[in-house]
T-cell receptor, first 113, second 115 residues
Framework: DVKVTQSSRYLVKRTGEKVFLECVQD?????MFWYRQDPGLGLRLIYFSYDVKMKEKGDIPEGYSVSREKKERFSLILESASTNQTSMYLCASTPPQGVNGYTFGSGTRLTVV | AQSVTQPDIHITVSEGASLELRCNYS??????LFWYVQSPGQGLQLLLKYFSGDTLVQGIKGFEAEFKRSQSSFNLRKPSVHWSDAAEYFC?????????????FGAGTRLAVHP
């Protein structure tokens, strides 16, 4: 089975800190995605990547950046964390012919205090 | 712009009762449609998908969904709910080239099951 692993299940960070959320997949997928999940809003796409060193903005990229130096790893960066970035963050991956939909990680619940 | 609407935020059913979760989408082309389930504290798991062909699709855990183009709907159904089905359910439409490269999700429906 494809595995998408997010390095932390829970994180607590202070306002203004630089935060790194890591995601690794083990099936050589080209496409990787970062979503945030908030009650009543569903999942909203932050950034995605079709290949190494390639990235595209999603619907809510403000306050975030990403890095994809290796195919299997896709990092989400909060340059200066703010309390309104407290959320559940979900990483997903899929091959180019993604007929089976996305494979999601278990999520990272980030609290910014 | 593409969008997905799940009209019901919360639904409560009794164990053994039938279930229907509603999903309406807005998309200009032939949609790629998905239903995912999320158990508490977990990521999302794919229940079923529709790309083309038979409009009634079967998924895992006894779920099925019917695509109705005239109503822009893709409702999820299960004939007899089990207590383990309590979770949050998300409908999604695939946008972008190929239809699967970017998923747009609804706000979700939280299902509670009474014994």
């Amino acid at each position: 089975d494809v595995k998408v692993t997010q390095s932390s299940r829970y994180l607590v960070k202070r306002t203004g800190e630089k935060v790194f959320l890591e995601c690794v997949q083990d099936m050589d997928h080209e496409n990787m995605f970062w979503y945030r999940q908030d009650p009543g809003l569903g999942l909203r796409l932050i950034y995605f990547s079709y290949d190494v060193k390639m990235k595209e903005k999603g619907d809510i990229p403000e306050g975030y950046s990403v890095s994809r130096e290796k195919k299997e790893r896709f990092s989400l960066i909060l340059e200066s964390a703010s309390t309104n970035q407290t959320s559940m963050y979900l990483c997903a991956s899929t091959p180019p012919q993604g007929v089976n939909g996305y494979t999601f990680g278990s999520g990272t619940r980030l609290t910014v205090v | 712009a593409q969008s997905v609407t799940q009209p019901d935020i919360h639904i409560t059913v009794s164990e053994g009762a039938s279930l229907e979760l509603r999903c309406n989408y807005s998309y200009g082309a032939t949609p790629y449609l998905f239903w995912y389930v999320q158990s508490p504290g977990q990521g999302l798991q794919l229940l079923l998908k529709y790309f083309s062909g038979d409009t009634l699709v079967q998924g895992i855990k006894g779920f099925e969904a019917e695509f109705k183009r005239s109503q822009s709907s893709f409702n999820l159904r299960k004939p007899s709910v089990h207590w383990s089905d309590a979770a949050e359910y998300f409908c999604a439409v695939g946008a972008g080239s190929g239809g699967y490269n970017k998923l747009i999700f609804g706000a979700g429906t939280r299902l509670a099951v009474h014994p």
